[in-house]
């Protein structure tokens, strides 16, 4: 199997290292600021992102850690606290971000609680040596927390979505929790309308009718995972 570094990016080190954190902080804020007035995030994080002159990768990863105080506020309005009997989960959202931090990859803390990642799907996917390690330690927090069943959907068009279902199968098999895989062409459609989701894609979380924060959980057990998290003077609209 194949050595990956998942959402490695050589010029991380100094893009969100301590030199780069007080203009990255500056940035979030003013963000934070333009969409609690009504700007769209696009439009705002292009100014914001040429008004501190950030490379394509600080700006995607300011975007993905900003929300407006709106949507935090719905968000966690719908956040659970326990984790339900049954969950379903945004399968690939939920493994890469797992496989990042296991690479010592960069991870992002979102305003919202969620832990965010920027290795990208755009398509394709293949298994690499930290997602078997994924898959157990999703596997592992769910019966620790005394799931009862988990539904993984997988967006079936994606390439090696039917292998990472028949891992995830495998693995579900020697696990109490019960397992099932859904290859769907619509995953964040249907997730949007369910209650008990596992993701930290924004959009689901505004549409869907709960959610369980289970990633961060995971990342208990993986003290050394890089997570940025931006220090902010957080104020409403």
């Given at each position: 199997m194949e050595t990956v570094a998942r959402g490695y990016d050589p010029k991380d080190a100094a893009a969100f290292g301590p030199k780069a954190a007080a203009k990255l902080n500056a940035a979030v804020e003013e963000l934070f600021f333009l969409l609690n007035r009504g700007y769209d995030v696009k439009s705002a994080s292009t100014f914001v992102g040429n008004h501190h002159l950030l490379s394509q990768r600080q700006r995607l990863a300011v975007a993905r850690i900003t929300s407006s105080e709106a949507a935090i506020q719905n968000r966690k309005a719908k956040e659970l606290s326990r984790l339900p009997d049954w969950v379903v989960l945004d399968g690939f959202n939920t493994i890469i971000t797992l496989e990042?931090?296991?690479?010592?990859?960069?991870?992002?803390?979102?305003?919202?609680?969620?832990?965010r990642d920027l290795a990208g799907l755009r398509g394709t996917y293949r298994i690499v040596d930290k997602t078997e390690r994924?898959?157990?330690?999703?596997?592992?927090?769910?019966?620790?927390?005394?799931?009862?069943?988990?539904?993984?959907?997988?967006?079936?068009?994606?390439?090696?979505s039917g292998r990472l279902r028949s891992l995830l199968l495998e693995k579900g098999a020697g696990?109490?929790?019960?397992?099932?895989?859904?290859?769907?062409?619509?995953?964040?459609?249907?997730?949007s309308r369910m209650e008990g989701v596992i993701t930290s894609d924004a959009i689901i979380l505004d549409q869907c009718q709960s959610w369980y924060n289970l990633n961060r959980r995971c990342l208990a057990a993986l003290p050394d995972a890089w997570i940025f998290q931006p220090a902010l003077k957080r104020q409403g609209p």
């Amino acid at each position: 199997m194949e050595t990956v570094a998942r959402g490695y990016d050589p010029k991380d080190a100094a893009a969100f290292g301590p030199k780069a954190a007080a203009k990255l902080n500056a940035a979030v804020e003013e963000l934070f600021f333009l969409l609690n007035r009504g700007y769209d995030v696009k439009s705002a994080s292009t100014f914001v992102g040429n008004h501190h002159l950030l490379s394509q990768r600080q700006r995607l990863a300011v975007a993905r850690i900003t929300s407006s105080e709106a949507a935090i506020q719905n968000r966690k309005a719908k956040e659970l606290s326990r984790l339900p009997d049954w969950v379903v989960l945004d399968g690939f959202n939920t493994i890469i971000t797992l496989e990042v931090a296991l690479s010592g990859s960069l991870l992002l803390q979102g305003m919202d609680g969620t832990i965010r990642d920027l290795a990208g799907l755009r398509g394709t996917y293949r298994i690499v040596d930290k997602t078997e390690r994924a898959v157990e330690l999703i596997l592992s927090q769910l019966e620790k927390e005394k799931g009862k069943g988990a539904v993984f959907y997988l967006d079936q068009q994606v390439s090696n979505s039917g292998r990472l279902r028949s891992l995830l199968l495998e693995k579900g098999a020697g696990c109490p929790v019960e397992v099932r895989v859904e290859l769907h062409p619509s995953v964040d459609g249907v997730l949007s309308r369910m209650e008990g989701v596992i993701t930290s894609d924004a959009i689901i979380l505004d549409q869907c009718q709960s959610w369980y924060n289970l990633n961060r959980r995971c990342l208990a057990a993986l003290p050394d995972a890089w997570i940025f998290q931006p220090a902010l003077k957080r104020q409403g609209p």
